[in-house]
């Protein structure tokens, strides 16, 4: 479960937007509070607030997201106990509160608005609340049994790597089999292979490298696999079918709706690489 948390001055709008009911908002947990409605329980808010006014953001607002899969299963039950148990994590004690849920997306996710001024007047500390807010939800998904942060990290990394590993099979094949002459030839056959090629384009209109998505995923050429930055695919492709023949293929390219051209970097690396592969060859000979 992932947790956001801040202080805000703008309390009634934020309610509203969480009592949206296009967003098939549910009321699942309140505290110290008897409106039925974003004006009744903002200016409720507001009488205790007065008690401080030299507190300007006073109210907190929190997000609390649990993983899409422990969402799907958590009903309001569930999702009350959890806004308790956060709050008491939170050391927010007998405060005013209101917490709706969203299930507008696959994602569900609850907002939760609490009064930062206690009954006495003393306004709430939120020094690094942002971090204290996603340590208490680590602890109340621990709690629940619930998936946290680090599982979805771990579950992440573990999928990155056969993202990577497949991303790199379909452009082995592409360069096996295909064997393209120039990088609109690489990314049109890579489409072919379900992957999405993004040119990495400078303000001086030169190519960098690329993107590739695939799966949901999206990652630079270098990060999947050394041999897939934007240079060592053009070295690739110049060691195949020449220095020249392939400048000469990628003088003027047409990506992201605009003429680009390659950078000199890249040309340099390029034709140093397949020369040192000439010499080498001769020298074996």
């Given at each position: 479960m992932i947790g956001k948390g801040k202080s805000i001055a703008?309390?009634?709008?934020?309610m509203a937007y969480g009592w949206n009911q296009e967003k098939n908002a549910e009321?699942?947990?309140r505290q110290h509070l008897v409106g039925d409605n974003p004006k009744e329980i903002s200016r409720e808010f507001?009488?205790?607030?007065?008690?401080?006014?030299?507190?300007?953001?006073?109210?907190?607002?929190?997000?609390?997201?649990?993983?899409?899969?422990?969402?799907?299963?958590?009903?309001?039950?569930?999702?009350q106990k959890i806004c308790a148990a956060f709050m008491e994590k939170m050391k927010l004690?007998?405060?005013?509160?209101?917490?709706?849920?969203?299930?507008?997306?696959?994602?569900?996710?609850?907002?939760?608005y609490v009064?930062?001024?206690?009954?006495?007047?003393?306004?709430?500390?939120?020094?690094?609340?942002?971090?204290?807010?996603?340590?208490?939800?680590?602890?109340?998904?621990?709690?629940?049994?619930?998936?946290?942060?680090?599982?979805?990290?771990?579950?992440?990394?573990?999928?990155l790597k056969d993202i990577r590993a497949e991303i790199k099979r379909r452009h082995d094949i592409t360069m096996k089999y295909v064997k393209p002459k120039s990088f609109d030839q690489y990314i049109k056959a890579m489409e072919t292979n379900k992957v999405k090629?993004?040119?990495?384009?400078?303000?001086?209109?030169?190519?960098?490298?690329?993107?590739?998505?695939?799966?949901?995923?999206?990652?630079?050429?270098?990060e999947i696999h050394r041999s897939?930055?934007?240079?060592?695919?053009?070295?690739?492709?110049?060691?195949?079918?020449?220095?020249?023949?392939?400048?000469?293929?990628?003088?003027?390219l047409?990506?992201?709706?605009?003429?680009v051209q390659l950078s000199n970097r890249m040309i340099v690396s390029i034709t140093k690489h397949v020369l040192k592969q000439i010499i080498s060859r001769g020298i074996e000979y």
């Open positions: 703008h309390t009634r709008a934020s009321v699942v947990y507001q009488l205790i607030q007065e008690q401080n006014v030299n507190c300007k953001k006073n109210t907190l607002s929190f997000v609390l997201s649990p993983a899409i899969e422990d969402g799907k299963k958590l009903h309001k039950a569930e999702l004690g007998e405060r005013q509160a209101i917490a709706f849920v969203h299930r507008d997306k696959q994602h569900l996710h609850i907002h939760l009064n930062r001024i206690d009954f006495n007047g003393n306004a709430y500390n939120d020094s690094f609340i942002g971090k204290r807010c996603q340590q208490a939800a680590e602890k109340v998904a621990e709690q629940y049994q619930l998936t946290t942060v680090r599982h979805l990290q771990i579950e992440k990394e573990f999928n090629v993004i040119p990495c384009i400078n303000k001086a209109n030169k190519l960098q490298g690329f993107r590739f998505e695939f799966d949901g995923y999206n990652l630079k050429g270098s897939m930055s934007g240079g060592n695919i053009g070295k690739a492709m110049a060691g195949q079918v020449g220095v020249k023949p392939f400048l000469k293929e990628n003088e003027q047409k990506m992201a709706g605009k003429a």
